[in-house]
């Protein structure tokens, strides 16, 4: 029986809410305004070390299919072979492989999979809220991160050519996720 002292972490591991956590982007609709969406069936672990944030690790998958625009015939294009292609590319992954102190806050650095596409992505942590206990004896967290992709970096080329100059969709794509999180039982 060893009597050496084991080191205390202070790394946590929560579950991401799915009933409250979601992804929104938005992109340049006929080089006029934006269009936003989300995806809401968001899942995934977070270890977190609140007091060495360079130890968190996270993990997230994003179910396709949960796309939401406000529009069915377009949630029905995006999920086609022009854009997602979800029957093949059934999930949207962000697995984290460095975490940066910024004068900020800090970045997620991350290897982000759409399309079967992996591009490494920095996401900028807004928020991380103090751990609160809900009615239910739960301990939850919550954290807004948000980052700028160009879709055909990730196999998403389809697009329309407009009569007056331009093209029907954007290239950049604004994301920013949403989480809650409720911290597993040691």
């Known amino acids: 029986m060893s009597t050496t002292p084991t080191a205390a972490t202070s790394v946590a591991r929560y579950d991401i809410d799915p009933a409250h956590s979601g992804a929104q982007f938005k992109v340049r609709h006929l080089m006029i305004s934006n269009v936003k969406g989300h995806f809401t069936a968001v899942k995934g ?3 977190y070390d609140r007091a060495n944030p360079s130890a968190t690790r996270i993990d997230v998958s994003i179910d396709v299919n949960s796309i939401d625009t406000r529009d069915a ?16 590319y059934p ?12 004068s900020e806050g800090f970045e997620v ?15 900028v942590v807004e928020d991380v809220t103090p751990e609160a206990k809900d009615p239910w004896g739960n301990v939850r967290v919550g954290a ?14 389809w697009n329309t050519a407009l009569e007056a100059g331009g093209v029907l969709v954007g290239d950049d ?14």
């Open 45 to 47: 672990t977070v270890d």
């Open 73 to 88: 015939q377009r949630d029905g294009h995006l999920k086609s072979a022009d854009f997602f292609e979800v029957e093949k």
């Open 91 to 102: 999930e949207i992954t962000f697995k984290s492989t460095e975490v940066v102190a910024t």
């Open 109 to 123: 650095v991350g290897d982000l999979t759409i399309h079967g596409v992996t591009n490494k992505v920095a996401l």
């Open 144 to 157: 807004t991160a948000s980052t700028t992709i160009n879709r055909k970096d990730f196999g998403l080329t």
């Open 173 to 186: 794509v604004k994301i920013e996720i949403d989480v809650e999180m409720v911290r597993k039982a040691q």
